[in-house]
């Protein structure tokens, strides 16, 4: 009997113990501009999930300044966090922000720009969680090389190469370079020749995206576009913005440039519907935003971070890497 209670004892004291450390947590993020679409998601994600713990998050706007960003971390320190999360402004930048956690053995989450390997490795509380780039980059490719296969006229100068403008995000991000490499290197694969008509950055930036369409629709003619990729949806809704000026992709078949994106944001999954954008690649914001949560919140707990605890597969004890999907004329509404 005596033993019985004891038992029940402890286990009411490590009960009430666990929760009352889970209640202390206090996760701080620093987010490289809250001006951005995706990243947006991410945030509303992280805050949604946030609420399934007991703990509390904070996210402060880094305004696409590194030192900005590094001044918030030092501050989350002073006040104590429990756990970082940083979407770094200069992914090539990370290192500081990793030796100012591990100085503190604080656990710090990064998300979408991904720090150099080296850094990763060099303290066990860091982690990533983002999506394979190289994985997006496929998907949009195999988008336009689908519609090529689909549609003879798309060839519309009929010499079976695609001409093509590519409009790219920001320079030094991984999701540009490799999106723009494998997107190309998945027309090719799936056995078109190709010309580049044009190739520029537009900072992930839709009113960019506008500007540089424009510009390449003066420079080598309209007529002489077959297909726009963009490494995102912003950018792909500028250059559509940018088509629709010259009554393209506004309905007449004849008129019609096929574009793809990546993200599967609201508003390209309404010019899906309306038939202006050909398609995109989810960027799944939400469960990239659940995931950095979660990690935090059990690093923070001094739990383990494994599929067990997170409920995402932990990839070299460091990396979740979050799955992307293609998103066409036949599944869109799926994600709306
Ligand atoms: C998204 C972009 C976003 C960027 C921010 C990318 O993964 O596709 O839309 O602007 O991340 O870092
Ligand atoms: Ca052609």
Redesign the pocket.
Known sequence: MKKWALCVGTVLVLGLAVSAMAADVLVGACIYKFDDTFMTGVRNAMNAEMKEHSGSLEIVDSQNRQPDQNNQVDTYITKGVNALIVNPVDRTAAAPLMLKAKAEGLPIVFVNREPQEEVMKSYDKTWYVGAKAEESGTLSGQIIADYFKANKAA?????????YIMIRGEQGHQDATLRTEYSVKAMKDSGFELEELGSDTANWDKVQGANKMSGFISAVGLDRI?AVLANNDDMALGAIEALKAEGYNAGDPAKFVPVVGVDATAPALEAMKDGSMLGTVLNDAVNQGKAAVRVAVAAAEGREVTKESIGYDVTDERYIWIPYRKVTSENYKEFM
């Open positions: 060839d519309k100068n009929g010499d079976g190469k695609i001409q077959e």
